[in-house]
């Protein structure tokens, strides 16, 4: 029994993993117009660039497809009853494949829809808390002009998972409920380092679908 669980547990993980790799805005991008969203807009392979390429509504299905990757690998662990370590592991695994997939040569996106969804799963309240934290850190620093999108995206992130985790605690939640958000907060910070190392965001190339 204890080799069939290891076995339940890695496979588990790995599956989670290759999930994270199907990326919804690759393959319907190239299904739509038959190019790689990688070099259309910013760059990203993710739903607010789709949008940009494809049109509004695209966004929203991508935005929801990237989001049910992070809800059903919660939701596979705890009906598995695998235990809250091995499903924050598988977490980590899903958005990791989304940001580093292997059949796209390791270059996705930003994975923030599929932690979002695996978070949900967990907890609507917690997501919400999370999306507040980061509109009302993130605006500001916008309108102010001082500091441009992106890094104003990121530190409204790390902000966003900090004061989160830090609530959890404060009001007694289970261990790996919140460890899970500063893992995620460090997976997304090693994810935004390589590619700003990486020279992104790249010059707008293709700004429509025409």
């Known amino acids: 029994m204890k080799t069939i669980h290891i076995a339940l547990v890695v496979g588990y993980v790995i599956l989670s993993y290759w999930l994270g790799c199907v990326s919804s805005s690759y393959y319907i991008t190239k299904a739509r117009i038959g190019k790689d969203i990688r070099y259309l807009g910013s760059g990203n392979a993710g739903a607010q660039n789709v949008g940009k390429v494809l049109g509004r509504p695209w966004f929203v299905v991508i935005l929801l497809l990237d989001m049910l990757k992070g809800y059903v690998v919660v939701l596979g662990g705890v009906h598995l009853g695998v235990g809250d370590v091995v499903v924050t592991l598988a977490i980590v695994a899903v958005v990791s494949g989304h940001i580093w ?110």
């Open 101 to 210: 997939p292997a059949q796209m040569r390791f270059r996705g996106g930003m994975g923030i829809a599929t932690s979002l969804g695996a978070v949900l799963a967990f907890h609507w309240f917690v997501m919400a808390d999370i999306v507040a934290i980061f509109a009302v850190t993130y605006f500001p620093q916008v309108w102010s002009g001082r500091i441009v999108a992106r890094k104003a995206a990121a530190r409204s992130a790390v902000a966003a998972i900090n004061l989160t985790a830090l609530s959890m605690v404060l009001l007694k939640q289970p261990l790996m409920s919140w460890l899970s958000l500063i893992i995620l907060g460090f997976v997304h910070y090693a994810a935004y380092r390589s590619r700003l190392a990486r020279g992104w965001p790249h010059p707008a190339r293709d700004k429509a679908a025409a």
